[in-house]
């Protein structure tokens, strides 16, 4: 497996392009004082919609930074469930909430079935699923995720780009009607145990008005993703390499950090250059006494120059 593809760890503390994921969570750096607003927030709000730019990082921060801090709350446990709305928001809200009672394969298709059923029937599906669900299995307060919530937009805009007939559409947009309110009636009932964070790129937020009451909840408590700090970017470069038993020439740190000062989203860019400077010191450092990778410079260098290639 390659180093991009495989889960942050000792030999590998960069991930390159892809979004860092729960397992990379102890290599997951450069985001305390912003996780440190949003953990606040979604405690003290049911519905927190978290907005930035394509590659801002919003998925990494729930997965690999909030969901370990979640996790870590030691009074009244948290469930942690995740869905992205594809092409089946309601079916896939269905088998999140199943993913609660513990089961798998047949037994769980059968608890999402019947959830499913609950949800198309009622705006107040989540309260009932959830009221089912402690009864059987005692499960407290529920953290849910949508991610990619944009997802959702598109699903009920299928007919242009489907070729989908006027029926079908339809329903579409009925189902994604039904998926919002059912989260919007769970997170304005008191006495339903559950949060809602949904993540979404910020070029779609007018398209919320679309859906009744969308706009205020959003409005009322979103956190938008902050660009990141040259201290931070030097943290996502210096900590995971710490962390893994590495060093890195000061002169790298310095070159990678002036390289990104006028990226946008430079998270991307800086975990790509790494992963490959690490590869780099990690063949050399299999030759040495110690054995331990040593970035230089001159691993940066030649990873720029591969990349300008591309």
Known sequence: MSSEGASAGFDRPFIGLRPFEYSD???????????????RQVKQNRFVAVVGRLGCGKSSLISAGLRPRFEKVSDHRWNWIEVRPADAPVRKLALALADLTSETGDLLQAWA??????????????????????????????LLLVDQFEELFRFADHRPKMNLDFAMARECREEATKFVRLLLTATESPEVPIHVVVTMR?????????????????????????????DQREDVIR?????????????????????????????????????RCWECALDRGKQEVDGRPHLTIGDYTRSATARKRQ
């Open 239 to 275: 900590k995971p390499i710490q962390l893994a038993g590495g060093e890195v020439d000061p002169e790298l740190v310095q070159r990678a950090l002036n390289d990104t000062n006028d990226d946008l989203d430079p998270l991307p860019n800086l975990q790509r250059a790494m992963v």
């Open 25 to 39: 969570r102890e290599y997951f750096f450069g985001r305390d004082d912003e996780l440190n607003v949003l953990e």
């Open 113 to 142: 079935d019947r959830f499913e059923r609950v949800l198309i029937k009622s705006s107040f599906g989540i309260a009932e699923v959830l009221r089912s669900i402690r009864q059987r299995s005692g499960v407290s307060r529920v």
């Open 202 to 230: 910020s070029d779609f937020i007018g398209d919320c008005a679309r859906f009744h009451g969308l706009p205020e909840a959003v409005s009322r408590s979103q956190f938008l993703v902050p660009g990141m700090t040259r």
